[in-house]
Structures are given as C-alpha cells and as structure tokens.
C-alpha cells in the first residue's frame, strides 16, 4: 500500500505562509493536494498533471505553488497570503495512472495536515 505522509501544517494569522510537504514514492501519476473543511465535500487545490502541466483552484491562483523534488520524492505546497477561508485539512493525492485534472478523484489519499488561518 503507498503511503503518502504530509507535513508542515499548523496554524498562522491571515496574510502568512505555510509549506506543506509530502513524501511521495516514485511511480505516482498526478501528484497532488486536496483540502476539506468539515460538513464539506473535499475539493481539489493544486495537481501537477504532468511534468509541465499544473492546475491549480481559481480561490488559490496566484497564492499557491506547487513543485516537487524528484530526488527526494517530496512534493510541496508554498502556500502564501493565508485567508481564513484556507482553513482545512490539506491532503497529499496521488493516481496510479496518467491523465487527470483539478476535479478528478485522486486513487490515494496521504493522512492529512491540518491548517488554520485565523484573522
């Protein structure tokens, strides 16, 4: 079973930053994050679909980056000028196969990091 662990997570007051991290095994298509509020369906934040190709959230263009790091198997999420409404548990996605886009359902799913932004 892939195991997909995320950190950096935490809380921060409105207009901050925080880096999440993700160790992702090799061979994963469709490196991704996630994000859910309580009550609420989990939406897509940011997915690289492919090596040059990333969809990000309209609510998080221009706030948030996604990269990775091949040679540590590590994905990220910069996410900067924080608002309250961020506030989530922020997963770690990822596909077992190629061809995807912000709304597709990832195959697995990383713990979570939880993300308060208070303002």
């Known amino acids: 079973q892939v195991q997909l662990m995320e950190s950096g997570g935490g809380s921060v007051q409105a207009g901050g930053s925080l880096r999440l991290s993700c160790s992702a095994p090799?061979?994963?298509?469709?490196l991704g994050w996630f994000r859910q509020v309580p009550g609420k369906e989990r939406e897509g934040v940011a997915v690289?679909?492919?090596?040059?190709?990333?969809d990000y959230a309209d609510s998080v263009k221009g706030r948030f980056t996604i990269s990775k790091d091949s040679t540590k198997n590590t994905l990220y999420l910069q996410m900067n000028s924080l608002k309250a409404e961020d506030t989530a548990m922020y997963y770690c996605?990822?596909?077992?196969?190629?061809?995807?886009?912000?709304?597709?359902?990832?195959?697995?799913w990383g713990q979570g990091t939880q993300v308060t932004v208070s303002s």
């Open positions: 996605t990822a596909r077992w196969t190629v061809g995807c886009d912000i709304g597709t359902r990832p195959d697995e």
């Open positions: 090799a061979g994963l298509y469709c």
């Open positions: 690289m679909i492919n090596g040059s190709s990333i």
